[in-house]
């Protein structure tokens, strides 16, 4: 992880000078993708790694640095990354002249990995046919955030809340009324729901 530059890579150094030859990937120009670049699919996998090993903070740091607002926060920034800040970059380069450059960009499947770690692994929510888990990994510092999700012709409102307080534990309620802790039956019956859910963390 190279925080200075914003990359995570997949390998480093660079296969330029290895008498080994690991086939394919020595096919690319030093630093670019998986040849010493940020391969993002990797670095995707990464914070989704951390996220399931319960270290919520690792993850998240990961998520940001791939980020790609966050690589296009100042003119220079701009400058350097030189594609869209709107969607994933399949890679970025991590060798000068060109550290930092965003490679392919709307070619990739990059972009529904970044949506599958933010939905499942950080905010928690994971359809399984008419039933939603909600197992949400979020850094210490959150206190509450919302989803507003539609299941076919019905909306549920998710409102959830971390709590610095007592054992560590979940808890959901379905307009007011108590769930199994992990998730949500769904119903298509067109009417707006309420789900609220606690987390309680022990410790600050």
């Known amino acids: 992880v190279q925080r200075e530059n914003g990359l995570v890579q997949l390998l480093n150094p660079p296969f330029d000078k290895s008498n080994q030859n690991p086939g394919y990937i020595k096919g690319y120009v030093p630093g670019v993708r998986e040849n010493g670049g940020q391969y993002t699919h990797a670095a995707i996998w990464l914070a989704m790694a951390f996220s399931k090993l319960g ?11 791939i980020n790609p607002i ?8 701009v ?19 060109h550290i930092g450059r965003g ?5 990739t499947g990059s972009s529904s990995w970044m949506y599958r ?6 905010l928690g929510l994971k359809l399984e046919v008419n039933k939603l888990l909600i197992n949400p990994k979020v850094p210490s510092d959150w206190q509450t955030y919302k989803i507003h999700y539609r299941f076919k012709e019905t909306r549920y409102q ?12 979940q808890t959901i309620k379905l307009d007011g009324a108590e769930c199994n802790n992990k998730f949500v039956n769904l119903v298509n019956d067109g009417k707006e729901h309420l789900v609220e859910v606690k987390l309680y963390r022990e410790g600050v």
Request: glycine residues 4%; aromatic residues 12%; proline residues 3%.
């Open 103 to 107: 490679g392919w960009t709307w070619y």
């Open 79 to 97: 400058e350097r990354y030189k594609v869209e800040p709107y969607v994933m970059a399949a890679d970025v380069y991590a060798l000068s002249p």
């Open 55 to 65: 270290d919520n903070e690792k993850a998240y740091e990961i998520l940001s640095i």
């Open 158 to 169: 998710i409102v959830v809340t971390q709590l610095h307080e007592g054992k560590t534990r």
């Open 117 to 122: 770690l933010i939905m499942e692994s950080v």
């Open 70 to 77: 966050n690589h296009t926060r100042t003119q220079d920034e």
